[in-house]
């Protein structure tokens, strides 16, 4: 008797948190098998884990990699492709923030913005292509930002390192376009995380802002909608990239940002 076919895996990067939490939970209720990532406390990621493969039956297992040690990066992929046999889905989504004037930003943030936004997308992709190739297939999603294609003051680091994402994902969907393997980037406006409630304070000392004024003039200010994007939004895009119906969609640098860029 035929074998039944493995489960499809996906590996979440940052996924304990916001955007990606949201992202590996649609994943798991359309039947992958999961690896979540990302820093956070213990109980609550286990909490996570049980709750995820309690509701929709599949393994959800879990890595505590830090991005910017690239040996930790590449022992988190061999150790996700190993546990599942395979590899259907890599979603780069972990990220930080540093809200600062460019003359006073500190070095170490820009090296950290650049390693955990920009350059562990690099290492996870070098690390998932062969498996994806030998597979026949694979979806890799970036979750790049509005700010890969436009900036905003007091964010050099995030804005390079975002530009460098949409570069990065352009130039790899190119070399793998006959390997059935898609690449591709979300770019959201404002999504309401915690990522984005901890930039409040520093964007009112940057700007001598209340946090009121910070949200409705800073953050809301660029998105023509006033609305935050969800997180469940951002979740069922990655879900439509990994369908069937999304094949020919690969090198795209894709907006959902309440009309942000179209200004
Ligand atoms: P978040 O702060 O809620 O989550 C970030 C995740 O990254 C967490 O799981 C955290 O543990 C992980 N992480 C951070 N540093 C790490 C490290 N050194 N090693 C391993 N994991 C690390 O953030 P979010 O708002 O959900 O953002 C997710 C992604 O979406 C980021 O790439 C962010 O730039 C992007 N994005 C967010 C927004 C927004 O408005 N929230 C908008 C556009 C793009």
Not at 161 to 190: D, F, M, Q, R, W
Not at 231 to 256: K, R
């Amino acid at each position: 008797m035929a074998q039944a076919p493995s489960r499809p895996a996906a590996l979440v990067t940052g996924s304990t948190s916001g955007i990606g939490r949201g992202i590996a939970t649609a994943l798991a209720a359309e039947g992958y098998n999961i690896t979540l990532h990302g820093l956070g406390d213990p109980a609550e990621i286990a909490a996570l884990q049980k709750e995820l493969s309690d509701r929709h039956g599949v393994e959800v297992r879990y890595d505590a990699a830090d991005l910017t040690q690239v040996e930790a990066t590449e022992a988190m992929m061999d150790a996700a492709i190993a546990a599942f046999g395979r590899l259907d889905v890599l979603v780069n989504n972990a990220g930080i923030q540093h809200v600062s004037p460019v003359e006073d930003f500190p070095v170490a943030r820009w090296d950290a913005i650049l390693a955990i936004n920009l350059s562990s997308n690099f290492h996870t992709i070098r690390k998932a292509v062969p498996t994806m190739k030998a597979q026949g297939s694979g979806r890799i999603i970036n979750l790049a930002s509005a700010h890969a294609l436009v900036a905003s003051p007091f964010k050099s680091a995030y804005v390079a390192a975002k530009h460098g994402v949409a570069g990065l994902t352009k130039a790899v969907a190119l070399e793998l376009a006959t390997s059935n393997i898609t690449v591709n980037a979300i770019c959201p406006g404002y999504v309401w995380t915690p990522l984005v409630e901890r930039q409040i304070p520093d964007t009112m000392k940057a700007r001598g802002m209340t946090e009121e004024q910070v949200k409705q003039e800073v953050l809301l200010k660029a998105q023509p909608t006033k609305q935050f994007i969800t997180i469940e939004q951002v979740a069922a895009y990655a879900v439509f990239l990994c369908s069937p119906a999304a094949a020919n969609i690969t090198g795209a640098i894709l907006s959902m940002d309440g009309g942000w860029t179209a200004q």
